[in-house]
């Protein structure tokens, strides 16, 4: 039996990799990745909304936060 190019040798099923669900569990993360900053805000109903924003961005929402919290 010949070997499809795409799945590796030995392997047995699906060529593709399972993908695991994602839940809006977790907290709101921001994490800085290369010149921006990337934040990730849990969503009701399950995942999560990923937002990459300069820091030009970061300070507008942050004075925009801070205007509705006074």
Sequence with gaps: MRQQAYRPLGMKGSA??????RTGDGPLE???EGRGLVMRVPLEGGGRL?????????????????AVRA
């Design 16 to 21: 593709m990799a399972a993908m695991k669900p």
């Design 30 to 32: 921001v994490t800085r």
């Design 50 to 66: 990923v937002v990459e924003l300069n820091q030009e961005e970061a300070n507008a929402l942050g004075d925009a936060l801070d």
